[in-house]
């Protein structure tokens, strides 16, 4: 009995057995497969054939098709055949003639259900690691690598790490007049898109986004005031290039204000049993908000605080002056505010 009769008789399961009667035929018969984008699972050769070898077949469709489980069938097979066969096939298994044929079925079902775990096992995979990937977007991976946890799996409620940091904030001016003229599915696009313009820019100058709020975002940068003045600065450069694609002009221009401040921030996990989020709380981070919302009375585009100044590895790196002690809500104590001179278009007005 041939062995495609066995298999139609004996395979656990339905299947298509496509047979061939040497290692060409049987190579243009993947090559088809491949095209109909079907599955090849498992694939069964003698190893003497007319003009191409077992061993030399397998390789040639390991190379194709390195998933699908490859038996080798022979009694006259080198040493050297089966082991290339394994090396370079990932052979499944070598049968020896003359072979039973409960023992044959047995293993190409085998063969069969490996293929299928495998399968599955990799489609589940990827959709773990698809998960994973929303789920980051959610905490960045940036966030989680502050944390002392060695892995996102350790991570529990509560854990959080006090470091040294600078502290941006940045919002849109006079966004809520504006939303007002448009639907909430524009506004929501609108927002998006401009979210979507300054997220790289704060990645670019190696800081993490900890938290949007509404048409503002706050970031933090572990290398310091350099990092968070340099993104300030381009922040502002590039938010005329925004409104040129958005076909803004005049005051419907987007304008927005930066605040930086510096200091010891406390970031980790807040929140209770069912939701979590990954917050940053400290004075520092208050205090940069109330910076950033003095830029509005001041008609300034970015303020820093003097421990921002202080920090920064060159004190004439960016062009800056003194706007003095400013009392800021929430604080008994004024704050020493300076403000980033720039040569930006687009800057805020005073309100």
């Known amino acids: 009995t041939s062995i495609g009769e066995q298999l139609k008789r004996g395979l656990s399961r339905p299947c298509l057995i496509e047979v061939a009667e ?25 190893h003497l054939m007319p003009r191409m070898k077992g061993d030399e077949l397998l390789r040639r469709i390991h ?19 089966v082991g290339g066969a394994v090396n370079h096939a990932s052979l499944y298994r070598y049968i020896a003639k003359p072979w039973e044929s409960a023992d044959l079925l047995l293993t190409i079902n085998e063969a069969l259900k490996s293929f299928l775990q495998a399968r599955e096992l990799a489609r589940k995979t990827a959709r773990l690691e698809r998960t994973l990937e929303v789920f980051q977007r959610f905490v960045p991976r940036d966030f989680i690598r502050q944390l002392p946890a060695a892995d996102v799996t350790r991570l529990a409620l509560g854990d959080g790490v006090e470091r040294e940091m600078s502290v941006l904030f940045t919002d849109m001016r006079a966004f809520t007049s504006r939303a007002e003229t448009m639907s909430p599915k524009q506004a929501f696009a609108f927002l998006n ?28 940068f572990p290398g310091g005031p350099d990092d968070a003045i340099a993104c300030s600065v381009e922040l502002l450069a590039r938010i005329s290039s925004f409104n ?45 908000a109330r910076i950033e919302g003095l830029t509005k009375k001041l008609g300034i585009s970015i303020a820093a605080s003097e421990s921002t100044i202080a920090g920064l590895s060159s004190a004439t790196r960016y062009a800056h002056r003194r706007i003095g002690e400013v009392f800021v809500k929430g604080r008994k104590r004024p704050v020493n505010v300076f403000e980033i001179v720039t040569a930006a278009g687009d800057a805020a007005p005073a309100t």
Request: proline share 2%; charged share 25%.
């Open 63 to 81: 190379a194709r098709l390195p998933d699908a489980r490859k038996i080798l069938l022979t009694g006259q097979a080198s040493a050297d055949a």
């Open 244 to 288: 040129d694609g958005e076909g803004l002009r005049g005051d419907d221009r987007l304008r927005i204000g930066v605040g930086v401040n510096t200091g010891s921030l406390l970031i980790g996990i807040i929140g209770d049993d069912e939701r979590w989020e990954g917050s940053a709380i400290s004075d520092v981070a208050n205090t940069a």
């Open 193 to 220: 898109r401009y979210l979507g313009h300054a997220g790289p820019i704060v990645r670019a100058h190696r800081g993490f986004i900890v938290t949007f709020l509404g048409d503002a975002l706050m970031a933090a």
């Open 22 to 46: 040497s290692g060409e035929e049987a190579l243009e018969i993947v090559d088809e497969l491949i095209e109909q984008g079907e599955s090849l699972a498992v694939v069964i050769s003698d």
